[in-house]
């Protein structure tokens, strides 16, 4: 079983919809990071979260310790938001466990 | 403020050759981390580096591989005898000075091909 497995693996949606991907982790954690990777293979970090809650735009992250649960939420999905998702942990030390990702079509 | 700058962005080299990848974080950052991308499947850790000391490389292959971060230049990921499952895109990433909890920053990847 992989440390960090996120949910769906691939999803379609319509522009304009509220889309949300989700990462459970199996270990402990000090935090959690959202990141992008477009199309062409570059990789943004979204955010980075030890508690609560963070937004930024149309973008939400949420993360529940107790549940070692995390949420990406999407707000007014656009075509321009078409990317693979990857949820990743933070331990004890500095390296990145990564989820496989999630691969975010959205269609106009 | 440049971000991380990774060269070269795509290298080819055939098998047995010696492949070298260069890495320079942003600017105030000394912590590097290098990461590898096989195709279809995730990232995975390879190794984190500070300058001039390598502080966890659990994730490099045993042989073969070796990373440095010099106190002058960039960071070098170098991989002797590239064999064809080598193949895959290498990225590094960079935080701040000050230990603690801090985003990493990517750089655009480089894509190794072994033919």
């Known amino acids: 079983k992989n440390e960090v497995e996120q949910s769906p693996q691939n999803l379609t949606a319509q522009e304009g919809e509220f889309i949300t991907i989700n990462c459970s982790y199996s270990?402990?954690?000090?935090?959690l990071h959202w990141l992008q990777q477009h199309p062409g293979g570059g990789i943004v970090s979204l955010f980075m979260?030890?508690?609560g809650k963070k937004k930024h735009g149309r973008l939400i992250a949420t993360i529940n310790i107790q549940e070692k649960h995390s949420s990406l939420h999407i707000t007014a999905s656009h075509p321009r938001d078409s990317a693979v998702y990857i949820c990743?942990?933070?331990?004890?030390?500095?390296?990145?466990?990564f989820g496989k990702g999630m691969k975010l079509t959205v269609n106009p | 403020n440049a971000g991380v700058m990774q060269n070269p962005r795509h290298l080819v080299r055939r098998r047995g050759q010696e492949a070298r990848l260069r890495c320079s974080p942003m600017?105030?950052?000394?912590?590097v981390y290098w990461y590898r991308q096989l195709p279809e499947e995730g990232l995975k850790f390879m190794v984190y580096?500070?300058?001039?000391?390598?502080?966890?490389e659990s994730g490099m292959p045993k042989e073969r591989f070796s990373a440095e971060f010099p106190k002058e230049g960039p960071s070098i990921l170098r991989i002797q005898q590239v064999v064809r499952g080598d193949s895959a895109a290498y990225f590094c990433?960079?935080?701040?000075?000050?230990?603690?909890?801090?985003?990493?920053?990517f750089g655009p990847g480089t894509r190794l091909t072994v033919t």
């Open positions: 990433a960079s935080s701040p000075e000050l230990a603690g909890l801090y985003e990493q920053y």
């Open positions: 270990v402990g954690i000090s935090a």
């Open positions: 979260l030890s508690s």
């Open positions: 990743a942990v933070q331990g004890g030390s500095e390296k990145l466990v």
């Open positions: 600017k105030g950052h000394s912590h």
């Open positions: 580096l500070q300058k001039e000391n390598i502080i966890d």
